[in-house]
């Protein structure tokens, strides 16, 4: 059903930018993320992948926080978080290269699903072609089948799929990609005008009210972004962290 | 009564027994007089009756290790020792074999636990203010800039400009920061480090940014008494880039961390405004520039190594571009302010420990408590004792704590392994533990390798006891335990300490108030002499 509704809305996105080209950049993709357990528990959470040139920012308007990286060199992501309900963000330093355990892969961020890990997969099914080919891989990863219906063009998924040996799963299904850049620069714009908080000054100022309430916020909820495995870890690769 | 007599006049002729007739009778055995810790504790105590009468100094370096409390001192100081390879406990750092030393209280005027800005305020301007402001008095509103008008105050450096000495600042930290601001600038909140920070009502009504108040500092000086003439800060040198510089892309230094670098909101580049200014001075942005700089030649620097703070010390061979360490960027500063006859006045900041703190990271907090103490032993050599007073202190604590039971010798960053055992010993519930904790924060991470503190801030919070066996708390990227969440790590209200060589030190003793720092400072130089 999500798959079917899906593809249609692509298709007529498509056909809106048809005259432009179908690459990777100014883009917004609506994902619906379902998380089922084997008892039959079903919960949904709603995010946005929001794309510029060496910018990539996942919304997620449950929460109001808005995750984005910044590509500033290879091997080096900057992140920042903005609360968007606060107007405010959080600045962390770019990871340098030695270091980014977390943050050094830029495909991960930017695609939802590394290139290391789609490399890992085994491709077992290729329909449509042009700006709507889709490629289908799979692959076990630690007891979990992995499912991943890939949209070269865009460089993101169609959907993708983790089930468990229990009977747990979470599906990734893309409901919408649009290209509209002036959206896509004014969603940007509007957060650059937030005032931001060097992560290394919070510390400081446990005066300022919005800072203390991330006491009880986190700064990254588990699993807030990106594919995460049961325990809260990023789906990258085999080598997992 | 008649015992109590008894008793005092007895007292008194054993000791007068013991001047006269010491060899006959050997009150003090031979194994206590040869024992180590009893001569070197004689010979410490013997240094200290030489004193140095003279109170007027030439030139005054200050010190301020950001929230380097005395449980820091003490664990660097073992640290210290350990990585030379001895037990560490008997280890001093270089600044703790200065001869004077005093306690100091640092609550601000509002505040019971006090920030940087209070406290430097109250070192740099000599009363004391409330948290948050820079400069300025107690009467002001935090984030009111009308209140701060009128109630602006002198600091040491000024006062240091107005007399004709040569001046400095230095910091790891942004030189736009709290504790570098609170040299120079007047401002009713500490984030307004650019325009950008600054609410509209600010701007209508006449205040001026940090940054601009740093590059313009000759002629707002110069404006707020009339008649003086001053050349403007010698050396400035700091992280911070980004608020000097526009919102522009095409401003970014080569090692831009972010795809803007500037946050300038009025299109001005503060750096060519200072080089425009300065026409003989020097900017530089990386380790090449402030390795090729000629002191001998230089009379003006501006250095700004970073976009926001530099690298902590066991991070800094991973920058891009490169950036030179505390102690190279001190010495560097004192060849071009050893140039003034008439002497200097130097602020050096080690900005970072505070930040390693506040992740609960105790290796980065000793490490760049190290790194501040090479710059400081460095600046004791290569300058004259005789006429130098060097103050060396901190602005408040952490609630960071060194407890337990271990054993002499213990690895400071590890876990507590009792006298007498090998193996770590366990806590009630069965688990071992940690010398070093931290009553609040984000608690346990086991980030290995990780030498960049701030890694725990994309890290869940994760406070109260965790099983340590078989993790090495020793590494760099071990964040200790911590007891109650916060999403960092505070400051703490308990005194600092005050540590001073030199013409001047003397005055330095007791428990005073952090405002006494200024006075100190002020009478060394007689700045309010003329
Ligand atoms: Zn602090």
């Known amino acids: 059903m999500w798959k079917i509704l899906s593809i249609l809305i692509i298709a007529i996105t498509s056909t809106q930018v048809s005259a432009q080209s179908c690459d990777a950049l100014w883009l917004t993709a609506d994902y619906d993320i379902k998380h089922s357990t084997q008892a039959g528990n079903e919960q949904h959470t709603k995010m946005t992948v929001w794309r510029k040139p060496e910018h990539v920012a996942h919304q997620y308007a449950q929460t109001q926080i808005t995750e984005m990286w910044q590509f500033v060199r290879q091997g080096m992501l900057k992140p920042t978080r903005y609360f968007d309900e606060h107007k405010r963000a959080i600045e962390y330093q770019p990871n340098e290269l030695v270091h980014g355990k977390r943050e050094t892969d830029w495909s991960y961020r930017n695609q939802l699903v590394s290139n290391q890990l789609i490399d890992s997969m085994n491709k077992v099914d290729e329909r449509d072609s042009g700006c709507m080919k889709v490629v289908t891989y799979k692959k076990t990863l630690n007891g979990n089948e992995l499912v991943l219906e890939w949209l070269p063009a865009y460089k993101l998924p169609l959907r993708f799929q983790r089930k468990d040996n229990q009977g747990n799963s979470i599906v990734w299904q893309q409901q919408s990609l649009t290209k509209d850049s002036d959206k896509v620069a004014a969603f940007f714009e509007r957060r650059d005008n937030y005032k931001a908080t060097d992560y290394a000054d919070i510390g400081d100022d446990h005066t300022d009210p919005f800072l203390t309430n991330m006491v009880t916020q986190g700064f990254i909820e588990q699993g807030a972004s990106g594919f995460y495995d049961t325990k809260g870890r990023a789906i990258k690769s085999e080598h997992t962290h | ?530």
Request: aromatic share 6%; hydrophobic share 35%; proline share 3%.
């Open chain 2, 1 to 530: 009564m008649n015992t109590r007599w008894k008793a005092v006049s007895a007292a008194i002729a054993v000791s007068l027994s013991m001047t006269a007739v010491a060899q006959q009778i050997q009150v003090i055995p031979n194994y206590q007089k040869d024992n180590a810790w009893y001569t070197e504790a004689q010979t410490r105590l013997s240094e200290k009756e030489v004193t140095n009468n003279q109170f007027k100094a030439k030139n005054v370096i200050v010190f301020v290790g950001d929230g380097m409390g005395i449980s820091t001192l003490t664990s660097a100081r073992i640290l210290k020792g350990q990585l030379n390879g001895q037990p560490g406990e008997e280890e001093f750092l270089a600044f703790e074999r200065f001869p004077r030393t005093a306690l100091v209280k640092t609550y601000n005027v509002d505040a019971q636990t006090p920030d940087s800005a209070g406290t430097m305020t109250a070192m740099m301007s000599g009363l004391k203010t409330d948290v948050g402001v820079i400069g300025v008095n107690e009467q002001v509103q935090r984030g009111e800039c009308s209140t701060s008008k009128g109630n602006e105050v002198a600091t040491a450096l000024e006062l240091a400009e107005i007399k004709g000495l040569s001046t400095g600042i230095v910091s790891t930290a942004r030189i736009t920061h709290a504790t570098p601001a609170a040299t120079y600038a007047k401002s009713a909140d500490r984030n307004w480090e650019d325009i950008s920070d600054m609410p509209e009502s600010a701007i209508n009504q006449g205040c001026k940014d940090i940054a601009d108040q740093l590059v313009n500092f000759e002629t707002y000086l110069e404006q707020r008494y009339t008649g003086i003439d001053v050349d403007g800060i010698e050396v400035v040198l700091g992280g911070g880039r980004r608020h000097f510089l526009p919102k522009d892309e095409s401003f970014n230094s080569p090692d831009a961390g972010s795809a803007v670098e500037g946050d300038r909101t009025d299109s001005r580049d503060l750096t060519s405004e200072w080089q425009e200014r300065y026409a003989d001075g020097v900017y530089v942005y990386d380790q090449a520039g402030f390795d090729s700089l000629d002191t001998a030649s230089t009379n003006k620097l501006f250095g700004l190594f970073n976009e926001s703070h530099m690298q902590y010390e066991a991070d800094r061979d991973n920058d891009i571009a490169g950036e030179p360490s505390i102690e190279q960027m001190t010495e560097t500063a004192l060849n071009i302010l050893k140039k003034n006859n008439k002497g200097f006045f130097l602020m050096v900041e080690s900005g970072r420990i505070d930040h390693a703190h506040h992740a609960g990271n105790a290796a980065g907090a000793l490490t760049d408590t190290l790194a501040f103490e090479a710059a400081i032993k460095s600046a004791y050599e290569n300058t004259d004792p005789e006429e130098t007073l060097i103050l060396v202190t901190a602005d408040h604590g952490h609630v960071f704590t060194i407890a337990g039971y271990p054993k002499r010798g213990n690895p400071i960053l590890g876990k507590v392994v009792n006298v007498g055992s090998e193996e770590p010993a366990e806590a009630a519930d069965g688990m071992p533990y940690t010398t070093l904790g931290y009553t609040n924060g984000r608690g346990f991470m086991n980030l290995a390798t990780e030498t960049n503190s701030d890694v725990a801030y994309t890290m869940d919070i994760d406070t109260g006891r965790k099983d340590l066996t078989g993790i090495d708390t020793t590494s760099a990227g071990y964040h200790q335990e911590a007891l109650i969440p916060l999403s960092s790590e505070t400051h703490s209200g308990e005194d600092i300490t005050l540590h001073a060589t030199g013409p001047g030190s003397q005055l330095v003793q007791g428990v005073v108030e952090q405002s006494v720092v200024f006075h100190i400072i002020n009478q060394a130089l007689g700045l309010l002499d003329e």
